[in-house]
């Protein structure tokens, strides 16, 4: 059974960080993207952040460029997304993603989806 498994979310203050990691089992993700989308209550799930297989290309929505980094470690967990200078707006459930798609913004292109990760920030 596949599973990606989010962790490292929680309640942070404006302008704090945080790291979220992203864990596989039950196959490897050789020539996967990965990605992070995250879902605010009563919204859709959106873009956040996406990097390539070999990890030095990547792609960032525009409200979190400059503030988000995300890298992977193909001999580790597939996936990491540090978040700095924490916004009350980021506050959603943040997800992992994996897809054959290289550096896709849509949710459709992903075809492993992990549970989900709570990210809240306080003002």
């Known amino acids: 059974q596949v599973q990606l498994v989010e962790s490292g979310g929680g309640l942070v203050q404006a302008g704090g960080s945080l790291r979220l990691s992203c864990a596989a089992s039950?196959?490897?993700?050789?020539?996967?993207?990965m990605g992070w989308f995250r879902q605010a209550p009563g919204k859709e799930r959106e873009f956040v952040a996406t990097?390539?297989?070999?990890?030095?290309?990547?792609l960032y929505a525009d409200s979190v460029k400059g503030r988000f980094t995300i890298a992977r470690d193909n001999a580790k967990n597939p996936v990491y997304l540090q978040m700095n200078s924490l916004k009350p707006e980021d506050t959603a459930v943040y997800y992992c993603?994996?897809?054959?798609?290289?550096?896709?913004?849509?949710?459709?292109?992903?075809?492993?989806w992990g549970q989900g990760t709570q990210v809240t920030v306080s003002s």
């Open positions: 993603a994996a897809g054959p798609v290289i550096l896709s913004r849509n949710t459709y292109d992903y075809t492993y």
């Open positions: 990097v390539s297989w070999s990890g030095r290309s990547t």
């Open positions: 039950g196959r490897t993700f050789s020539g996967y993207t």
